[in-house]
């Protein structure tokens, strides 16, 4: 089944989610229909991939590596273009929350966040309740520094999560945790079916983001939405 711009024929859609992380304001995101050829101003651009096979609806972007504050990750390329078989890849959904990042990715980034993270104290206690991980207990702290996400794209963007938009946070406590799902631990696969990462919706927002079907590419822009 197709998707609904598809279906109606448009050349490009976007969106620009707004951030409502601890607060009551209605203020909708808005989602934008456009049949023109014209160039948005101000985007930097990734392309899209072909879609593997169990996957012809989502969108799967070119990936080269990823980046946490200033460290390589050096991720390896097998994680990050599909294969034949519809395993591994990035895929781009905006009806995830957070992200998924298969075990051997996950464990990469993590590893560099808690080094990066040594400074503040883990809750081990939250990781138990939430069963999410990494988690810390900033009490004490004025200033917290999370390292941003960066996703280095093929054609040389680079789209910078700012750590508010990949942490789940909880400021009433001082606790933040990384959300990011994961396959189970005692999981033997070294692939597992599907994506090996998805960047779900709260890692873009307050981007402009711009799905643009004729050029098979997505672009995006940092802005308050």
Do not use: W
């Amino acid at each position: 089944m197709f998707s609904l711009p598809m279906q109606m024929g448009v050349k490009k859609f976007a969106y620009c989610l707004n951030s409502h992380d601890h607060d009551d304001t209605r203020n909708s995101s808005k989602l934008i229909l456009d049949y023109s050829d014209g160039e948005t101003k101000g985007l930097s651009y990734a392309p899209f991939l072909k879609n593997p096979p169990d996957y012809p609806v989502y969108y799967y972007l070119g990936v080269k590596d990823i980046r946490i504050g200033n460290k390589l990750l050096r991720i390896p390329s097998k994680y990050l273009a599909p294969g034949s078989d519809g395993r591994g890849g990035l895929m781009i959904d905006s009806g995830f929350a957070y992200g998924y990042m298969t075990r051997p990715v996950f464990k990469i980034v993590t590893n560099e966040l808690k080094k990066q993270m040594s400074k503040y104290r883990r809750s081990l206690e939250l990781e138990n309740l939430s069963g999410f991980t990494p988690c810390y207990n900033f009490t004490g702290h004025k200033s917290i520094k999370i390292p941003d996400l960066i996703y280095q794209f093929s054609g040389g963007a680079n789209m910078v999560v700012p750590g508010k938009n990949y942490f789940m946070s909880f400021p009433e406590i001082s606790f933040a945790c990384f959300p990011f799902v994961t396959d189970a631990g005692t999981n033997t696969l070294e692939f597992t079916p599907g994506p090996s990462i998805i960047l779900g919706n709260h890692q873009h927002v307050d981007y402009y983001v711009e799905f643009d079907l004729k050029n098979e590419r997505l672009g995006f822009r940092q802005q308050t939405c």
